[in-house]
Nanobody
Framework: QVQLVESGGGPVQAGGSLRLSCVVS????????MGWFRQAPGKEREGVAA???????SYADSVKGRFAISQDQAKTTLYLQMNNLKPEDTAMYYC???????????????WGQGTQVTVSS
């Protein structure tokens, strides 16, 4: 059974940083894509960053230069380093995984429960 568990969210002031983690278990595909998404109240879920099994990464324009996606060497934990946070980054953040290359499109097969990020001005 595939499980994704996010952590690391919380309140932060504008300009601050957070690092989100997503522990992935039961996901045994050697070729895959994993991503971070966010959803604010009343808005659609949007792709923030994604990485594939070859280490290639993709970012939404709104976070380029501020956010960085990475994995640990064992590829069991996905990270999202978020710097220079802005109030508009406030949202529930989800990690996702699939053997298909969905990148920033929210059609992944497996999802975590989310971790809340709140950025105050």
């Amino acid at each position: 059974q595939v499980q994704l568990v996010e952590s690391g969210g919380g309140p932060v002031q504008a300009g601050g940083s957070l690092r989100l983690s997503c522990v992935v278990s039961g996901f045994t595909y050697s070729s895959y894509c994993m991503g971070w998404f966010r959803q604010a109240p009343g808005k659609e879920r949007e792709g923030v960053a994604a990485i594939d099994s070859d280490g290639r990464a993709s970012y939404a324009d709104s976070v380029k230069g501020r956010f960085a996606i990475s994995q640990d060497q064992a590829k069991t934990t996905l990270y999202l380093q978020m710097n220079n946070l802005k109030p508009e980054d406030t949202a529930m953040y989800y990690c996702a995984a699939d053997r298909e290359g969905w990148w920033l499109v929210p059609r992944y097969a497996y999802w975590g429960q989310g971790t809340q990020v709140t950025v105050s001005s």
